[in-house]
């Protein structure tokens, strides 16, 4: 009889490890935090220099977008940033800012970036001083892409 129990004792013990509980569900993962304010995306363009500006003399006159210049208007000019595209002009002296439309070329004075209308000037309290040093930011997309065909 002994040696028939050791075969049924073997099988029933490997059977009773089959038989175990199944394991609990894994807990669900915690949900991700959600922002209660959405982080405003980075600028594609940022650039830091001084800004000049340029008025009366100018008024009339082509721009290279095709556009006539006029000084009341909040555009300026800059070397390199697409014609059409807007750029947020922060004076950093004063925290004045203005947004601007890029309408023509320049400034072509060493260590200056950008060249504003006397609108955007006074709208930064930089008329008295002449130049001051500002921060640009692109407004809206692709600021420095393929120039924009001169509007009609």
């Known amino acids: ?4 129990r050791l075969p049924l004792v073997l099988v029933l ?3 009773a490890g089959c038989a175990s509980q199944p394991s609990p569900a894994p807990s669900p ?3 991700p935090a959600i922002s209660q304010q959405p982080s405003a995306p980075e600028p594609s363009f940022t650039q830091t220099g001084l800004a000049s500006f340029y008025g009366r003399a100018h008024d009339g006159k082509v721009t290279a977008s095709g556009e006539s210049f006029n000084p009341e208007d909040l555009t300026a000019a800059h070397r390199t940033l697409a014609l059409g595209s807007r750029v947020r002009v922060t004076n950093l002296e ?3 800012a ?3 439309k890029i309408t023509d070329r320049g400034p072509f004075v060493r260590g200056r970036i950008i060249d504003l209308s006397l ?3 006074r709208a930064l309290g930089m008329t008295e001083k002449g130049v001051t040093r500002v921060r640009l930011e692109a407004v809206g997309a692709n600021p420095t892409g393929k120039q924009s065909p001169p509007a009609s």
Do not use: Q
């Open 94 to 96: 004063n925290g004045e």
């Open 13 to 15: 013990t490997s059977l």
């Open 119 to 121: 609108a955007a000037a």
């Open 29 to 31: 993962l915690p949900a």
């Open 1 to 4: 009889m002994r040696a028939f």
């Open 98 to 100: 203005v947004t601007v």
